[in-house]
T-cell receptor, first 113, second 112 residues
Framework: GGIITQTPKFLIGQEGQKLTLKCQQN?????MYWYRQDSGKGLRLIYYSITENDLQKGDLSEGYDASREKKSSFSLTVTSAQKNEMAVFLC????????????FGPGTRLLVL | QQKVQQSPESLSVPEGGMASLNCTSS?????YFWWYRQHSGEGPKALM?????GDKKEGRFTAHLNKASLHVSLHIRDSQPSDSALYFCAASEPGNTGKLIFGLGTTLQVQP
């Protein structure tokens, strides 16, 4: 088995601030994902990466940057936090194929004051 | 329009009862379906996947797929209070990206 670790668990930011969320996996999976979960809106894909140094935009990439410098880690940056924003950011990983199960981390809860 | 639609939005069943959750896709490119479960404060966890027409059973959970109507359902037999959670249906296209499209979820409450 493996585990996905997300840091920090909680993140409180100020409007306009750049915020970075980190994700580590020890599954040795090739593909990693960042999702945003808002109440009542399900999970929406922000960025994904099919291998080290690869980045692919999802449906919600505007306002975010991502970085995959190592196979085991995937970072997400909120480039300018929006006032009163509140969401959970979920990291996931899977083996490279399109029919493989995605394994999720516990999430980072963001609140912007 | 949401490409993966789930119903009902919320569901309450008594302990020991049967819970039935539904999911419909509007995109015929979607060939593969998953059910994920998310307990409060945790990340989603995959329950089961289904790719072929018909039923797939894993313990108390049975998924049913009808590719012609793009409808997939999840039935939970002998529901337990620990089954209380948010359930997501997710779908993907053939390919090697693993990109999933999630529905908005069904909240299941199992009453002791």
């Amino acid at each position: 088995g493996g585990i996905i670790t997300q840091t920090p668990k909680f993140l409180i930011g100020q409007e306009g601030q750049k915020l970075t969320l980190k994700c580590q996996q020890n599954f040795n999976h090739d593909t990693m994902y960042w999702y945003r979960q808002d109440s009542g809106k399900g999970l929406r894909l922000i960025y994904y990466s099919i291998t080290e140094n690869d980045l692919q935009k999802g449906d919600l990439s505007e306002g975010y940057d991502a970085s995959r410098e190592k196979k085991s880690s995937f970072s997400l940056t909120v480039t300018s936090a929006q006032k009163n924003e509140m969401a959970v950011f979920l990291c996931a990983s899977s083996i490279a194929t399109g029919v493989d199960t995605q394994y999720f981390g516990p999430g980072t809860r963001l609140l912007v004051l | 329009q949401q490409k993966v639609q789930q119903s009902p939005e919320s569901l309450s069943v008594p302990e020991g009862g049967m819970a039935s959750l539904n999911c419909t896709s509007s995109d015929r490119n979607f060939q593969y379906f998953w059910w994920y479960r998310q307990h409060s404060g945790e990340g989603p966890k995959a329950l089961m996947s289904i790719f072929s027409d018909g039923d797939k059973k894993e313990g108390r959970f049975t998924a049913h797929l009808n590719k012609a109507s793009l409808h997939v359902s999840l039935h939970i037999r002998d529901s337990q209070p620990s089954d209380s959670a948010l359930y997501f249906c997710a779908a993907s296209e053939p390919g090697n990206t693993g990109k999933l499209i999630f529905g908005l979820g069904t909240t299941l409450q199992v009453q002791p």
